[in-house]
């Protein structure tokens, strides 16, 4: 009988390979249950291919439920392959948790920021998953601004407006969106992106914005 839902997803240890895309949406019996199910799928991810694996969201239902759920997801957001789901946009983490939240079984979520707070890839994993809330707050606090850069992601030069980031007219969620359509990667694209010769995370930081 199973009570946890989680979402994880692959890393790159090298920082070469963007597989973050790549997410998991998965169930395991309880809360104290689910770092021994990372702790197989990190072994597993390490043995079979050279990415890695990090949770970075779950929840805990009071009724062995998660099977149910993890059903209704996998319904909703198609499996590419196994349990594994594409996520381009960025959008199944906060998707996933409309759904929780509006069904009728009660659930918490698992705070797995003092489980994981020392783990590097988990904070970069989460970063990397907040980064169009990010944008949304830097455009709340500045409006329309443009973002340029001088390094080899200059292609995904563009404009964040208020829907959205773009590049000569079509639409991205996020710069690091842009940056993975247009150039093939997004390592370090809010550090070469600037706005008036300020990096964009230092931008976000002078507007009050707290940044993993």
Known sequence: MKHVLYIGQAFDPLEQIFVEN????GITMSSDKLPIREGQLKRDAGTIMPF??????AWEFLEP??????SLVHNIRTPYA?????????????????????????SKIIQLDDRYKEDKQFNEVKKNNSWYNLERKLYEKIGDVEFKSTT?????????LKDGYYVDGVRYKTLGQACR????????CYEAFK??????????RESGIDVV
Do not use: P
């Not at 890695?52 to 969201?57: A, L, N, S």
């Not at 439920?65 to 993890?70: D, P, S």
């Not at 080899?152 to 964040?160: F, I, P, S």
């Open 22 to 25: 790549r997410k998991k949406v």
């Open 52 to 57: 890695g694996y990090v949770v970075v969201k």
């Open 65 to 70: 439920v998660a099977g149910l759920v993890e």
């Open 82 to 106: 196994g349990e594994w789901i594409l996520d381009d946009d960025d959008t199944l983490v906060d998707g996933v948790s409309d759904i929780i939240s509006n069904l009728k079984y009660e």
């Open 152 to 160: 080899h992601l200059r292609k995904a030069a563009g404009e964040l």
């Open 181 to 188: 359509k247009i150039v093939g990667g997004s390592t370090r």
């Open 195 to 204: 706005i008036d010769g300020v990096s964009i995370i230092d931008k976000m």
